[in-house]
């Protein structure tokens, strides 16, 4: 089991460190600048690298991979049936808010590792309890 100081991070975090574009890039420039243990997913890699995809171009995109790649403190777990089951589980029980798979997902590893916080500007990765690391600093 992990350690309660593992973060888990979430596509804004990551592209709002990626933007300079973007109002939290300060926040998540200084974060990243010395992070604990941190975790994700492979759908939010998925997300970020759509995302620059759209956003920008192609580039841009495989920066952001690029960036991922390099950050060392970065876990990144894989997604598989039992993740899927338990993200399905909390997109009913959080059936009247409009969370995406890749949210639902969040909020189960979370809960499975009990992470300290969670590195994320969407409110929705707060309904499982776990503190918005937004809401530690503004």
Do not use: K
């Not at 888990?8 to 420039?29: E, G, Q």
């Amino acid at each position: 089991m992990a350690t309660r100081t593992e973060s888990y991070v979430d596509t804004s975090a990551l592209i709002a460190f990626a933007d300079r574009s973007d109002s939290y890039h300060p926040l998540f420039r200084r974060l990243f600048s010395e992070p604990p243990p941190l975790v994700t997913t492979t759908l939010v890699v998925a997300e970020g690298h759509a995302w620059f995809l759209r956003r920008y171009d192609r580039t841009r995109a495989l920066q952001f991979l690029a960036m991922i790649e390099a950050m060392a403190p970065l876990r990144i777990a894989a997604v598989g049936a039992a993740e899927q089951t338990g993200a399905g589980v909390l997109l009913r029980r959080f059936s009247d808010q409009n969370l995406t798979v890749t949210d639902a997902v969040g909020l189960h590893l979370m809960e499975q590792r009990r992470v300290a916080s969670c590195w994320s500007t969407d409110v929705h990765l707060a309904l499982g309890g776990v503190q918005l690391v937004i809401n530690d600093v503004r």
